[in-house]
């Protein structure tokens, strides 16, 4: 923004179009010392629709902003005690697979506003009062940090990353395949593979060497020596299967097996290193039925969803669910097959009697697949049935 390109704001129109707060806001970020300020219209606007989005999280912000306060960094500031306190919130109404804590919320929201009230006062002020505080925020006290737990912090980054990193690899793997070429050069270590070199167990193994040398480099200039640990300071496995829901939701995955390298084959071993878990992706063919929603005004239509080898009740609703986003409590769904797999699908449905020539499938049917001829069975209490081409859900 600058008068020679003609872009600019004067102060009060500014206000108009942004709020004093939203003003505020964006000069924050514009920057510190005496770097060139860089106002950016399209900040103002992110921001006036942040400040309107608080919800749960809090994390070890308030020292670090405390601290950028007091040396007047207000951009530090404002990313510690805002953009990262949001982010916190994110990653953990991300995690609360089961719902967010309501006392956790409303202490975030207090916190939240404390922390900015020194760039925003008067929306934080407004905020201040919906929390039901009958005295002024001004008159309020700095937030005091509690105790903060390195370990479960980095276990949570180390949750996270493997998350970030599974979801790249499973793109790379829904990807069709490219020609492969080797365009990237190793890093200029030539005294560090001289060494190595000469060590006769490594000799084979040199082209792998040379980029773990690199990786390794690279994460020890980032965390320090903690990265040549040869184990953990938590339980890696322990994270990943406390987590397994969020991450098979996270990627959309049917199911996550995780297993100790040793259980693995020798590929998987050399490949598999302390806090970067080695995955394998697998996709299972199977055969496309119609599942079909007859209850009016339900908003629910037909779909089609693939049925695999060993497949059960719930794993095909929660299948369903993955594809079909308006369904929001997986429990209420109840799976039925027809009493004649041909005729029922073509008969129309009664009001009020959806369930009429309709079996329901129990949780200790399983189901069976004929790849060559496109079929379909399901077996329960010793007696097997073709079910066709076509389910019925309810709720």
Known sequence: MSKSTGNFLTLTQAIDKFSADGMRLALADAGDTVEDANFVETMADAGILRLYTWVDEMN??????????????FKEALKSGFFEFQAAKDKYRELAIEGMHRDLVFQFIERQTLLLAPICPHLCEYTWALLGKTS??????????????????????YLMETAHDLRLRLKAYLQPPKNKSNNGALPDNKVIASELGAVPELKKYMKRVMPFVAMIKENLEKSGPRVLDLQLEFDERAVLLENLVYLANSLELEHIDVLFASEADDKVKEDCCPGKPFSVFRSEPGVSVSLVNPQPCSGLFSTKVDIRQGDSRDSVIRR???VNRLIKDLSRVKLMRYEDPVLGPRQVPVLGQEERSKLAISSTSVFSINLEEKRVTLADNGLTVDIGDTLV???
């Open 320 to 322: 369903l669910g993955k």
């Open 60 to 73: 070890a912000g308030i020292l670090k902003t405390e601290q950028h306060y007091e040396k007047m960094m």
């Open 393 to 395: 859900y309810l709720l």
């Open 136 to 157: 002024s925020l001004m008159k309020a006290s700095w937030p005091v940090a509690g105790p903060v737990d390195e370990i479960l912090i980095r276990s949570s980054q």
